[in-house]
């Protein structure tokens, strides 16, 4: 090889090797920083304090004590505390405990937040605004939504008009506080919270942006006595307060597992897991899946899907297709009300209420519902599939409610095949519960149980 070839081609390898090396080389290391009340050890004395101080994926021990104040957050970091009984942010008079905030700060994502109480918030103890990737676990959030000028009215502006609190929250008055908010978030897992105490327990709403792909797991929510323990709900797009109202961005692909929901929404109503459009223009939650929860004791059935406009009031159809109620433990809860009415209290209810939309795709499967006087209330003009479920209510297993409710719109059927009736004569058979309505087909039907202690694994 000619030297001067040979000389060149080693340039340009070293060349190379320096480009690849730079280019996976690591990034910074993140800094650990670290709050205290006293501030001692070159630590900070308030929260807020370190999240200002800090860098993009910079973690922030924060060690036992009594924090008072408003944490906002604005850019990646992980805030660790010393475990929910040890580091304590108390919001009293202040709009929330944590508010991680990607509407003022676009783009936001990879924030946790862990071992913390957080309580005594006006509104939310924990907002999370327009960001992704957010982990929320290990924390007890309870006694917030404090605010004294909050009424259950309905009224959408209410949420606007109290002070501190965002535009981001066009909702009904019912919904600006609770323990925790996901406002157009994607890609976050909320796991092993302890919620109680609240108005409401976990919300997921789309004022912002679609919500999506977010995962509530093993946390455990009671209590809480004015909503529901877990909501999925599509509102109006934010800054929207009065008709005609866009279509919603929607609340889909959103995984809600292996959750504890009990004793909530029984002073006004409110589900142990509910899946709603607002009734203000085109809502969507579609393609959700409620799995292997335990739901009891709650004020308004214990899955409850609601949607309020459509067909019979010549406006647009909502969006509420291909959810999955799969493997739940159902049982006390209340009654549902108002268009979507059910015969008393109730498991599950699959309702288009006065407006008619067709809630199309539903699957109900593996749930174990006892206690209650209708297990399984539908009312949409659609099919709904229910197979391989235990409906041991004693009363009503299966039931169309559309003429109770009063919808103009009654034209759907249920596929009710393949379930247990709480005995092994099926529809009717004595101590069996009953089918209840004209289009519901219900043969062949299981002779046993679908798990041998007729309670399921949830249930042991």
Not at 127 to 133: N, T
Not at 207 to 226: F, H, V, W
Request: charged share 15%; proline share 5%; hydrophobic share 35%.
């Amino acid at each position: 090889m000619h030297p001067t070839f040979e000389n060149s081609s080693v340039r340009i390898m070293l060349g190379l090797c320096a480009i690849f090396l730079l280019g996976f080389s690591p990034t910074a290391a993140a800094s650990t920083l670290c709050v205290n009340p006293s501030g001692s050890h070159s630590c900070y004395s308030t929260i807020q304090a370190a999240v200002s101080h800090a860098a993009a994926n910079d973690v922030i021990n924060v060690e036992a004590g009594t924090y008072k104040e408003e944490v906002v957050i604005g850019i990646p970091v992980a805030l660790i505390g010393a475990g929910a009984n040890s580091s304590v942010i108390d919001a009293a008079n202040l709009a929330h405990g944590i508010f991680v905030d990607g509407y003022d700060y676009p783009g936001l994502n990879d924030v946790t937040i862990s071992g913390f109480t957080v309580k005594n918030a006006l509104f939310e103890g924990i907002l999370v605004v327009s960001a992704s990737d957010v982990t929320i676990n290990d924390n007890t959030i309870k006694n917030n939504d404090t605010s004294p000028g909050l009424q259950f009215t309905g009224a959408l502006t209410g949420c606007q008009d109290q002070p501190g609190n965002g535009i981001y929250e066009t909702d009904e008055t019912g919904d600006c506080g609770g323990a925790l908010h996901l406002v157009g978030t994607v890609n976050s897992v909320v796991s092993g919270n302890l919620i109680t105490g609240n108005a409401d327990g976990v919300l997921i709403s789309d004022e912002t942006a679609e919500s999506r792909d977010n995962l509530l797991i093993g946390n455990t929510i009671k209590n809480n006595p004015l909503e529901c323990g877990i909501v999925l709900a599509s509102h109006p797009p934010a800054g929207q307060t009065t008709p005609p109202f866009a279509p919603h961005y929607g609340v889909d692909h959103n995984t809600v597992s292996g959750n504890v929901s009990s004793n909530n929404g029984v002073q006004i109503g409110g589900s142990g897991a509910g899946m709603f459009s607002d009734g203000a223009g085109q809502g969507r939650v579609s393609d959700n899946v409620i799995i292997g929860n335990t739901l009891t004791n709650n004020g308004l059935g214990g899955v409850a899907l609601h949607s309020h406009v459509g067909p019979a009031f010549g406006l647009p159809a909502d969006d509420m297709s291909g959810n999955k109620i799969i493997g739940n433990v159902i049982s006390g809860n209340l009654a549902d009300q108002f268009d979507t009415a059910t015969p008393g209290p109730v498991g599950i209810n699959i309702n288009s209420g006065d407006g008619g939309s067709p809630v199309l795709g539903t699957v109900i499967s593996q749930n174990i519902i006892k206690d209650e006087d209708i297990d399984i209330a539908v009312n949409t003009p659609a099919e709904v599939d229910i197979h391989l479920n235990d409906l041991r209510g004693g009363k009503i297993g299966v039931g169309d409610v559309c003429a109770l409710d009063g919808a103009t719109i009654c034209t759907g059927s249920i596929d009710a095949t393949q379930n247990y009736w709480g005995c092994p004569q099926g529809p009717g058979g004595h101590g069996c519960a009953t089918a209840s309505g004209s289009d519901i087909r219900f043969t062949p039907w299981l002779k046993k149980p679908i798990s041998s202690d007729g309670e399921g694994s949830h249930g042991k």
